[in-house]
Every structure is written in structure tokens, then in C-alpha cells.
């Protein structure tokens, strides 16, 4: 079945550093692809998605692409801040018109000032 | 935007009582409803997905007796959690999806609720 695989946190970065998150991912045909944020105490938002393949997808200064050869989805920031904070889950929607999300164990991000 | 709000955010209850927990949404017509159950750092698992004024679809493994799913309106959906006992003890967590409003799998999610089973 489809599976996502991300990296286990907590991630601790300092204020502007570099973030990535890996995010890989296991399913038939042509999955799309999204990134989730969780802040504390709120529900899951949408932080971006990218439907195929070399796909970019990004909001908020937050970029990840669609690997199909790698099967990966790694979201990526150039400089992160303190607001960014928060839980983020990689997801995916398989194909075959299942409309649940198969998600990721969450990477919990804690950017220091 | 779409916002999807849960009740109650966290509840205990003792083992052999039910419990209901309500998820709403505020601005739109949902005519999709999932739950899901996530255990500490893990996942969030699908349980059931529900659309409005039928029955149900659980997951495989998930007793549909035990957990039962109402979708009765279009801005309403259910989940009561029957005769609970602490390895029911999760944080449950609903989303919503709009046909008008969602593009490809977008759901709409509640901030979840915290059950603990005594």
C-alpha cells in the first residue's frame, strides 16, 4: 500500500538557517504530493502540494519539488524564523480516486532567535 | 479561508462510557468528512471517511461498531467512541472536504481532540 516516510525530529535550527525536511514516499501510479504545517494548538493547513512529476510546489518561502526517480518530496527553506515553529507532515494522495490523505509521522521544526 | 472546528478539544472519561465528539464545518459544505487517530509521534490513520447522508467506509482494522460515525448534514459529522477503554486513550482528529472549494485532495482540518480513557 502507500506509504510516506519522513525524517524524525525535532529539527532545532537557529534563526536564518537552511532548513530541509526529507520526505520520501511508496505508491502505485502517480501519487500527489503535499506538504502539511501544524501549528500549536491549530489544525493541519496546507503548505503547498504538487500534483506531478518535477512539479515545484511553494507558499511562504517554502519550497519542495516532485522527484519521481527519487520518489521524494523534500521540503526546503532558504531561511527559516521563529514563527516557523510548528509540525510538518508530508502526505500524499494516491491515485485511483482514493480522496484520504496518507501522511507522514510528522517533523516537529523549533527555530531558536 | 475554510475553517473546520472540533468539540470538545480534550475529554477524559471513564473506561465503559461513550464518548461523542462533534466536528464541524463553519464556513462551507463538506460533503466529505475523514477521521483519522494519531498516536503520539506518530502518523495520523485514516479511520473512516464519510460523506453526507450515507454510511460510513471504514478502514481495514478499524471496528465500526466501536466507533461510530454520524454524517448527518453537510456541516456536521460525528464520532462516538463506544464502551471506551484506555487503549482508546489518542488524539482524533477530523477533516473536511469541499467539492466546490477543494483542489486536488485538499482537506480542511480540525485542531483535533484529545481523548483519555481512565
Known amino acids: 500500500g502507500d506509504s510516506v516516510t519522513q525524517m524524525e525530529g525535532p529539527v532545532t535550527l537557529s534563526e536564518e538557517a537552511f532548513l530541509t525536511i526529507n520526505c520520501t514516499y511508496t505508491a502505485t501510479g502517480y501519487p500527489s504530493l503535499f506538504w502539511y504545517v501544524q501549528y500549536p494548538g491549530e489544525g493541519l493547513q496546507l503548505l503547498l502540494k504538487?500534483?506531478?512529476?518535477?512539479d515545484k510546489g511553494s507558499n511562504k518561502g517554502f519550497e519542495a519539488t516532485y522527484r519521481k526517480e527519487t520518489t521524494s518530496f523534500h521540503l526546503e527553506k532558504g531561511s527559516v524564523q521563529v514563527s516557523d515553529s510548528a509540525v510538518y507532515f508530508c502526505?500524499?494522495?494516491?491515485?485511483?480516486?482514493?480522496?484520504?490523505?496518507?501522511f507522514g509521522s510528522g517533523t516537529r521544526l523549533q527555530v531558536q532567535p | 479561508g475554510a475553517v473546520v472546528s472540533q468539540h470538545p478539544s480534550w475529554v477524559i472519561c471513564k473506561s465503559g462510557t461513550s464518548v461523542k465528539i462533534e466536528c464541524r464545518s463553519l464556513?462551507?459544505?463538506?460533503?466529505?468528512m475523514f477521521w483519522y487517530r494519531q498516536f503520539p509521534k506518530q502518523s495520523l490513520m485514516l479511520m473512516a471517511t464519510s460523506n453526507e447522508g450515507s454510511k460510513a467506509t471504514y478502514e481495514q482494522g478499524v471496528e465500526k461498531d466501536k466507533f461510530l460515525i454520524n454524517h448527518a448534514s453537510l456541516t456536521l459529522s460525528t464520532l462516538t467512541v463506544t464502551s471506551a477503554h484506555p487503549e482508546d486513550s489518542s488524539f482524533y482528529i477530523c477533516?473536511?472536504?469541499?467539492?466546490?472549494?477543494?483542489?486536488?485532495?485538499?482537506?480542511?482540518f480540525g485542531p483535533g481532540t484529545r481523548l483519555t480513557v481512565t
Open positions: 464556513d462551507f459544505q463538506a460533503t466529505t
Open positions: 504538487a500534483t506531478k512529476a518535477d
Open positions: 477533516s473536511a472536504r469541499s467539492s466546490v472549494l477543494a483542489g486536488e485532495g485538499e482537506q480542511y
Open positions: 502526505a500524499l494522495k494516491g491515485f485511483a480516486g482514493r480522496r484520504a490523505l496518507t
